[in-house]
Nanobody, 128 residues
Framework: QVQLVESGGGLVQAGGSLRLSCAAS????????MGWFRQAPGKEREFVAA????????YYADSVKGRFTISRDNAKNTVYLQMNSLTPEDTAVYYC?????????????????????WGQGTQVTVSS
């Protein structure tokens, strides 16, 4: 079982940047497909980005494509989400998660129910 702790959230002005980190513990991190999700008040949790075990494959929601970058450092057991050109619509609690499947398919890594481990979340607030 992978345990996850997010950090790096905060308050930023529109157009600014933040880098989220997700520190993982557990022997299976290096083989795990990892994802970032977010949840705004009154809305369902939505997929943001995913990365395969090696970092060689990534995928983004259309709403963040070209602005966000997901990466990982398996030696440090950490996944990152670099967020640039932030807008108020990006305001949400951001969660990292470890997928129960390693199968690289959109239907898999965009589905919250297929993730077995979740962090506690970190708040990102973008002011206009």
């Amino acid at each position: 079982q992978v345990q996850l702790v997010e950090s790096g959230g905060g308050l930023v002005q529109a157009g600014g940047s933040l880098r989220l980190s997700c520190a993982a513990s557990g022997r299976t991190f290096g083989s795990s497909l990892m994802g970032w999700f977010r949840q705004a008040p009154g809305k369902e949790r939505e997929f943001v980005a995913a990365i395969n075990w090696s970092g060689g494959s990534t995928y983004y929601a259309d709403s963040v494509k070209g602005r966000f970058t997901i990466s990982r450092d398996n030696a440090k057991n950490t996944v990152y989400l670099q967020m640039n050109s932030l807008t108020p619509e990006d305001t949400a609690v951001y969660y990292c998660a470890a997928c129960s499947s390693s199968h690289w398919a959109v239907a898999v890594f965009t589905t919250p129910g297929l993730y077995r481990s979740w962090g506690q979340g970190t708040q990102v607030t973008v002011s206009s």
